[in-house]
T-cell receptor, first 112, second 116 residues
Framework: GNSVTQMEGPVTLSEEAFLTINCTYT??????LFWYVQYPGEGLQLLLKATKADDKGSNKGFEATYRKETTSFHLEKGSVQVSDSAVYFC???????????FGQGTTLQVKP | NAGVMQNPRHLVRRRGQEARLRCSPMKGHSHVYWYRQLPEEGLKFMVY????????ESGMPKERFSAEFPKEGPSILRIQQVVRGDSAAYFC??????????????FGQGTRLTVV
């Protein structure tokens, strides 16, 4: 079945460091891929998405490229800020129901 | 345009009681999804509903859990005879159309259920 695997956290970085959070997936067909962010005590917010191979999603300095050959959708940011501290979820959607399959989440802690 | 509204935000129930979680989708959204987030875990799909119909309930436990999305009013996730293992955050999401190339699911802030 479909599944998403993310690198384990927590990831602890200093402000302005480079961020990579790895995400790989297993899916039949051609899923859409998403990154969601969850701030403490809040719900999930869509950060970025990509709907076909080689698409690059980007938002707020974050980027991720849909790599079909490696079944990956790694999240990157060139310079993180303290305000980026949150839990990041990689997810996929396939089929007709629109339900999302989530990875287990990666906690990012950015220290000043 | 208000976002997805869930209430209550926090709910405490004793073992054996019933829990009712409510979700009002965004205006114009007719698709609702419920997810459960256990401590230190990702979100797990539970059920997908459209108005008056359950489309996919493959993630719902077979017993004690039920969901509805009536023609009028919010979607309700109902848990009967709660047990400690039901303690989790329950998130609702809504979308305008089935998730596809140009649609997005908007999430509520969740209901944190604690069973004591």
């Amino acid at each position: 079945g479909n599944s998403v695997t993310q690198m384990e956290g927590p990831v602890t970085l200093s402000e302005e460091a480079f961020l990579t959070i790895n995400c790989t997936y297993t899916a039949t067909g051609y899923p859409s891929l998403f990154w969601y962010v969850q701030y403490p005590g809040e719900g999930l917010q869509l950060l970025l998405k990509a709907t076909k191979a080689d698409d690059k999603g980007s938002n707020k300095g974050f980027e991720a490229t849909y790599r079909k050959e490696t079944t990956s959708f790694h999240l990157e940011k060139g310079s993180v800020q303290v305000s980026d501290s949150a839990v990041y979820f990689c997810a996929l959607s396939s089929g007709n129901t629109g339900k999302l399959i989530f990875g287990q989440g990666t906690t990012l802690q950015v220290k000043p | 345009n208000a976002g997805v509204m869930q209430n209550p935000r926090h709910l405490v129930r004793r073992r054996g009681q019933e829990a009712r979680l409510r979700c009002s989708p965004m205006k114009g959204h007719s698709h609702v999804y419920w997810y459960r987030q256990l401590p230190e875990e990702g979100l797990k799909f539970m059920v997908y509903l459209q108005k008056e119909n359950i489309i996919d309930e493959s993630g719902m436990p077979k017993e004690r859990f039920s969901a509805e999305f009536p023609k009028e009013g919010p979607s309700i996730l109902r848990i009967q005879q709660v047990v400690r293992g039901d303690s989790a955050a329950y998130f609702c999401a809504s979308s305008r159309l089935e998730l596809g190339m140009n649609t997005e699911a908007f999430f509520g802030q969740g209901t944190r259920l604690t069973v004591v």
